[in-house]
C-alpha cells in the first residue's frame, strides 16, 4: 500500500509558520495596546488626584497663586490625556490590522488544509478500490483454479 503524499504540503507549512508568526505579532501589538491603556489610566488618575487636592485646599482657602498652579498642571494633564488617547487609538488600530492580517493567513491555511483533506480522502478512496479490485481477482483466481 503506497503512502499518501500531499505536493502542496511545502506550501502548508509554510503558511502555518507565517500564522504563527503574525499570531505573535498580534500579541505583541496586543500587549503594547494594553501598556497604552495602563499609561492612560495612570494620567486619569493624576487628574482625579488633582481635582481632590484642588477640593481639599478649597475647603480650607486655596490661595491664588496656588490655584494657577493647578490650572497650569491641569492643562498639562489634559495635553498628556490628548497625547495618550491618540497613542491607545493608534494602539488600537495597529491591533485591528494585525488581526486582519492573522484572519487572512489563517483563511489560507484553511483552504490548504481543506484540500489536503479532500485529496486525503480521495487517496484512500483509490486505495480501498484497488485493494477491493486485488481481493475480488484472488477470489476469481482460487475459484477457477478449483
Not at 45 to 64: D, L, R, T, Y
Not at 141 to 146: D, G, L, S, V
Request: net charge positive; aromatic share 8%.
Amino acid at each position: 500500500m503506497s503512502v499518501f503524499r500531499y505536493r502542496l504540503q511545502p506550501i502548508l507549512s509554510i503558511k502555518e509558520r507565517m500564522e504563527e508568526h503574525e499570531k505573535n505579532k498580534l500579541g505583541k501589538e496586543m500587549r503594547k495596546l494594553d501598556q497604552e491603556e495602563k499609561k492612560l489610566q495612570h494620567i486619569y488618575g493624576k487628574q482625579h488626584n488633582c481635582f481632590g487636592n484642588i477640593v481639599a485646599e478649597s475647603n480650607q482657602g486655596i490661595q491664588a497663586h496656588r490655584l494657577q498652579q493647578y490650572q497650569c498642571y491641569l492643562t498639562d494633564i489634559n495635553r498628556q490625556l490628548d497625547y495618550q488617547t491618540e497613542n491607545v487609538g493608534k494602539a488600537s488600530k495597529d491591533v485591528e490590522k494585525q488581526r486582519e492580517q492573522l484572519i487572512e493567513v489563517a483563511k489560507e491555511k484553511k483552504m490548504l488544509e481543506v484540500l489536503r483533506e479532500k485529496k486525503r480522502h480521495a487517496f484512500i478512496y483509490e486505495q480501498n478500490k484497488q485493494e477491493e479490485k486485488r481481493v475480488d481477482e484472488l477470489i476469481s483466481y482460487k475459484y477457477t483454479n478449483k
